[in-house]
């Protein structure tokens, strides 16, 4: 396990983790080494975070009828980026649509982590106890692990990448 920090915290930390492989993607250009790991290590790590997410976090509030909605539009949302992360596999980075996806990608997850942090983290805070907490942050760190050994970049078809 990390440590004992708190499971807001920790998941706060792999968001700061994200934005930043997001800025090093961002001065990236055409198909170069550099662009293709840093897409891999994003992949990877947004894919892996998210499973470890819902599996902790968002199980444990599906239970608490109040964050049930929240919780349902960020698993929602969790596969919004999915999708576009196989999407951007599969086109051509060396493309200028590549670069567009990836700009619109990086908006949109941007939103939904501050989306998150901001509106939902805090307001499940109010129903969870100490015991919803430490099984969290347990789970979080060995899904997440695990979830990394055996994430991928699973692009689609070349030719069903979306215009």
């Known amino acids: 396990m990390a440590d004992s920090t708190e499971i807001f915290d ?6 700061d983790k994200h934005r930043q492989l997001l800025d090093k993607l961002k001065e990236t ?9 840093l897409f891999e290590e ?3 790590e947004l894919k892996s975070h998210a499973a470890a ?15 049930t909605d929240e919780t349902r539009h960020s698993v929602a949302e969790h596969h919004e980026i999915d999708e576009a992360l196989n ?3 599969a086109t051509d980075m060396s493309s200028g649509a590549w670069l567009s996806k990836f700009k619109e990608f990086d908006h949109q997850y941007r939103h939904h982590i501050d989306e998150e942090e901001e ?3 805090p307001d499940f805070e109010n129903y969870l106890d100490d015991k919803d907490r430490e099984h969290m942050e347990r789970v979080f760190e060995r899904r997440k692990d695990k979830e990394m050994d055996e994430a991928e970049v699973t692009p689609e078809k ?5 215009e």
């Open 42 to 44: 994003l992949t990877k």
């Open 119 to 121: 509106d939902h983290f």
């Open 10 to 15: 920790r998941l706060k930390q792999d968001h």
């Open 53 to 67: 997410e819902e599996q902790a976090l968002y199980s444990t509030m599906l239970r608490k009828p109040p964050t």
């Open 29 to 37: 250009s055409g198909e170069s080494g550099q662009r293709e790991a």
């Open 87 to 89: 999407d951007l596999a």
């Open 158 to 162: 070349k030719e069903d990448a979306k």
